[in-house]
């Protein structure tokens, strides 16, 4: 069964430094998510991106945050400069976007820990 | 407010029991879906159903169950003779028409620990 995939499963940064978190969406899906876990608490939605374009972003996703689509298959989040609140579980998500289809499916996670 | 509301924190039974998960949504939209996603210890979220709002049949799957009720707005999730596999954390989640349904907002979610 297609699948979300992401990478890294896990990165320790130092505070201040820039992180890449990579993402492989299901193929044939249009839409693209990013949703922060903190440990303990519950899914935040971060952005969701369509069409080479953010369709929607919350008040968590400031400047310091970007997302990318640098070629047909993946999808990164960028943090410029990681605050040691940003230490999450960081989900990639898609969704095909068929009226049939709107099921957003999640990726494994990236546990980023900013220390 | 909060849109999803999951009031049980942390249920625990023993195998074998039946265990019912509550979930109650609030939304203004007449047409939303609603989400169970699974997340086991080992962090991934697991989809595990998805409801829309015009369809208020109950689903079985399995051990599942689901319970829609739009006259309560709840949306509860029963798991029959839990196994202790089930161990998990259970989010309930709602995408709303308003947002082009790009949004999931999820509840803050039960953790189920089912014991041998």
């Known amino acids: 069964e297609p699948e979300v995939t992401q990478t890294p499963s896990h990165q320790v940064t130092q505070m201040g430094q820039e992180v890449i978190l990579r993402c492989v969406p299901i193929?044939?899906?249009?839409?693209f998510y990013w949703y922060r876990q903190i440990l303990g608490q519950k899914v935040e939605f971060l952005v969701s991106?369509?069409?080479?374009?953010?369709?929607?972003k919350s008040e968590i996703f400031d400047d310091q945050f970007s997302v990318e689509r640098p070629d047909g298959s993946n999808f990164t989040l960028k943090i410029r400069s990681t605050k040691l609140e940003d230490s999450a579980m960081y989900f990639c998500?898609?969704?095909?976007?068929?009226?049939?289809?709107?099921?957003?499916?999640f990726g494994e996670g990236s546990w980023l820990t900013v220390v | 407010a909060q849109k999803v509301t999951q009031a049980q924190t942390e249920i625990s039974v023993v195998e074998k029991e039946d265990v019912t998960l509550d979930c109650v949504y609030e939304?203004?939209?007449?047409?939303?879906?609603l989400f169970w996603y699974k997340q086991p210890p080992s962090g991934e979220l697991v989809f595990l159903i998805r409801?829309?709002?015009?369809?208020?049949q109950n689903e079985i799957s399995g051990r599942y169950s689901w319970n829609f009720q739009k006259s309560t707005s709840s949306f509860n999730f029963t798991i029959t003779a839990s196994q202790v596999v089930d161990s998990a954390v259970y989010f309930c989640?709602?995408?709303?028409?308003?947002?082009?349904?790009?949004?999931?907002?999820f509840g803050t979610g039960t953790r189920l620990l089912v014991s041998p």
């Open positions: 409801r829309n709002s015009f369809d208020e």
């Open positions: 193929s044939n899906h249009l839409y």
């Open positions: 939304t203004r939209d007449t047409t939303y879906y």
């Open positions: 989640a709602l995408s709303e028409e308003n947002t082009g349904f790009q949004k999931l907002v």
């Open positions: 991106f369509y069409n080479n374009e953010i369709s929607e």
């Open positions: 998500a898609s969704m095909s976007g068929s009226y049939s289809g709107n099921t957003i499916y």
